[in-house]
């Protein structure tokens, strides 16, 4: 699919190893987002089931064994999570996108705090991944987004027409979940995503990055602080429909 689309990547930081269970948590922009993680290393997805009707995408997320996630279902948000620690208990490693939704990668949106349960229960590791497609400026290309009222085709047939694409993939932080909760990772997750790509992180406004704690190291007390600042921030709740 790279090829077809004729899209360049470059990886920033150090590619995650086999030797420990591994969740990669990633921010999402693109229907291309599966096809670049998947360039890098072998991984399980997480999707919503919506995915496996998607043309090619569809094929291609069903053929490397992609957890996919029945929406509305508790029963199936059980059997999901057990099979995404069975996964990482094997040693696998699991791709999951816990912003719930897509964005035009001009932003982080928050991570959901509950989609992190399956690294408690595994004791696995987190690994945070940084996506963006960009212009030969560096400047955020829109063109590759899946976002707002976009439809995939329309969003296929942009990308077409580019001729070319540069994708950027920054392994941007380890985390680990040992003595901390749901919340705490995700929020360091976040953070840590937004800061490699230098976005404002979730709940903040632009040019508000400098002074804040280490994503990777945040305490509890921290994310206290950063979970009042987001309740106290303006803008649309903490919720998606995609």
């Known amino acids: 699919m790279l090829r077809i689309v004729n899209l360049h990547?470059?990886?920033?930081?150090?590619?995650?190893?086999?030797?420990?269970?591994?969740?990669?948590v990633s921010n999402h922009v693109s229907w291309l987002d599966i096809c670049v993680l998947g360039s890098v290393t072998p991984v399980r997805f997480v999707a919503k089931?919506?995915?496996?009707?998607?043309?090619?995408?569809?094929?291609?997320?069903?053929?490397?064994?992609?957890?996919?996630?029945?929406?509305?279902?508790?029963?199936g948000t059980v059997r999901t999570n057990r099979a995404i620690v069975q996964a990482l208990t094997r040693g696998e490693q699991v791709v999951m996108f816990p912003e719930g939704t897509s964005t035009d990668g001009s932003e982080i949106k928050p991570f959901h705090a509950s989609l992190f349960q399956p690294a408690l229960e595994a004791a696995s590791r987190v690994l945070v991944v940084a996506l963006r497609y960009v212009n030969r400026d560096g400047s955020v290309n829109g063109d590759a987004s899946y976002a707002g009222e976009r439809s995939l085709w329309e969003s296929f047939q942009l990308v077409v027409a580019l001729r070319s694409l540069q994708a950027e993939l920054i392994f941007a932080a380890s985390i680990d979940v040992n003595g901390r909760t749901r919340a705490d990772i995700a929020l360091a997750a976040e953070c840590a995503a937004a800061d490699a790509l230098q976005?404002?992180?979730?709940?903040?406004?632009?040019?508000?990055?400098?002074?804040?704690?280490?994503?990777?190291?945040?305490?509890s007390s921290?994310?206290?602080?950063?979970?009042?600042?987001?309740?106290?921030?303006?803008?649309?709740a903490l919720t998606s429909d995609r």
């Open 9 to 24: 990547l470059t990886v920033h930081g150090s590619q995650p190893t086999a030797e420990a269970p591994t969740l990669i």
């Open 49 to 75: 089931s919506d995915v496996r009707g998607w043309p090619l995408v569809g094929s291609l997320a069903s053929g490397v064994g992609t957890i996919f996630i029945e929406r509305g279902n508790p029963l």
């Open 199 to 219: 976005l404002p992180r979730p709940g903040r406004n632009a040019g508000t990055l400098a002074g804040l704690p280490d994503a990777a190291s945040l305490t």
């Open 222 to 236: 921290d994310t206290a602080s950063l979970v009042r600042s987001r309740s106290a921030a303006p803008g649309p």
